[in-house]
């Protein structure tokens, strides 16, 4: 544990940002599973409805710093292809 008053400080704020990224990356997960089990059900409006929403926590989640670009952009890329296979179905 920390000792001096600039680690406490430090371990205080890392603490925050690790609950912060824990809940930002907690939404985005149930958001694509929630796109999956529309795919899944064959509900093509629901399922655009909610890969937008997905799109959506997937930039803020880049934003903060808590996902990386391309790990957000291959996520959305493959949730939209489904999609899309569903619609073209």
Do not use: F, P, Y
Not at 17 to 45: D, G
Request: proline residues 0%.
């Amino acid at each position: 544990m920390a000792t001096h008053a600039s680690a406490i400080k430090r371990h205080k704020q890392n603490e925050r940002r690790r609950a912060r990224n824990h809940a930002v990356r907690s939404r985005v997960r149930t958001a694509i599973k929630q796109v999956n089990e529309a795919i899944a059900a064959r509900a093509l409006a629901e399922a655009a409805a909610r890969l937008r929403t997905a799109e959506r926590l997937l930039s803020k989640a880049v934003t903060k710093g808590v996902l990386q670009h391309k790990t957000a952009s291959r996520h959305l890329s493959r949730l939209s292809r489904r999609v899309n296979a569903l619609r073209a179905a």
